[in-house]
């Protein structure tokens, strides 16, 4: 995939559809963006289009005040 270039039609489509398996596998946004070459709102955008509920940040949580 050549980076930076408009990505339409079936194309896009086959991307989508990989990206969405990856994801729900446990890949990261960040991941996908790596392995792509692709920006991670791009990513983030693709996934939202195909309807992917997309995961917290995760992390720890802080302790709240007072703890």
Do not use: C, N, W
């Amino acid at each position: 995939m050549d980076k930076g270039k408009r990505i339409t039609g079936q194309a896009r489509e086959t991307l989508a559809a990989e990206l969405k398996t990856a994801y729900g596998s446990g890949a990261s946004i960040r991941t996908l963006a790596a392995s792509t070459g692709r920006s991670y709102g791009f990513i983030h955008r693709i996934l939202t289009e195909t309807g992917v509920t997309l995961r917290g940040r995760g992390g720890a949580a802080r302790p709240g005040p007072g703890a």
